[in-house]
């Protein structure tokens, strides 16, 4: 059974472009949220995606965009890229309702660095 | 809005001591309180959770929290520290969503432990 996994592992972009990063969820899970770890710092919560919309969103500009596909995989996309969007962008997902308990599952990240 | 505070940015423990590591949070209702760790250049795992019921819950890798809510704490504990346990551990808080189940987290800064042998 794969966990969560995220592509690219990483990547270098330069100021001003877009990036698009990639996550699938763990099987069975139908919610992905997106978290960015800049350097030194705990995750900031960016949004969450469930059939295939946008629920919740965090402190984050517009730049911030993503997408949800029917087979609950997810994108996360960054426009007009800062050097402050450098940091470690985390996917997380979540198994459907119905259970009395629940826990978001980590992929590994994607390291994007912006020059 | 919730919060969560995480005192100790660096703790150097050595191999069989005993840790404590702390977390406060603020939040307005009943919360949910999760510690995760990070190894270097990984994404995070979870150690153990709080939901409801018994505040001192067990976790994973020989790890336990208690839940205080006088003192707004949820504290990760372990009573003999391995070399393998050297990573970085968050404490976070879970939002009230508009549906129960999918809560967005809110992390603390992180505290760096370092296992001395």
């Known amino acids: 059974d794969a966990g969560v996994t995220q592509s690219p592992t990483h990547l270098i972009k330069t100021r001003g472009q877009q990036v698009t990063l990639r996550c699938s969820p763990k099987?069975?899970?139908?919610?992905v949220s997106w978290y960015q770890q800049a350097l030194g710092q705990g995750p900031q919560f960016i949004f969450q995606?469930?059939?295939?919309?946008?629920?919740q969103r965090g402190n984050f500009p517009d730049r911030f965009s993503g997408h949800q596909f029917p087979n609950y995989s997810s994108e996360l996309n960054v426009n007009a890229l800062l050097l402050g969007d450098s940091a470690l962008y985390l996917c997380?997902?979540?198994?459907?309702?119905?259970?009395?308990?629940?826990?978001?599952?980590f992929g590994p990240g994607t390291r994007l660095t912006v020059t | 809005a919730q919060s969560v505070t995480q005192p100790d940015i660096h703790i150097t423990v050595s191999e069989g001591a005993s840790l404590e590591l702390r977390c406060n949070y603020s939040?307005?209702?009943?919360?949910?309180l999760f510690w995760y760790v990070q190894s270097p250049g990984q994404g995070l795992q979870l150690l153990l959770k709080?939901?409801?019921?018994?505040?001192l819950v067990q976790g994973i890798k020989g790890f336990e929290a208690e839940f205080k809510r006088s003192q707004s704490s949820f504290n990760l504990r372990k009573p003999s520290v391995h070399w393998s346990d050297a990573a970085e551990y968050f404490c976070a808080v879970g939002s009230r969503p508009m549906d129960t189940g999918r809560r967005a987290l809110t992390f603390g800064s992180g505290t760096r432990l370092q296992v001395q042998p």
């Open positions: 939040y307005g209702a009943t919360p949910y």
């Open positions: 997380a997902s979540t198994r459907p309702l119905g259970g009395s308990t629940y826990e978001q599952y």
């Open positions: 099987s069975g899970h139908d919610t």
């Open positions: 995606y469930y059939e295939e919309e946008e629920r």
């Open positions: 709080y939901f409801s019921g018994d505040t």
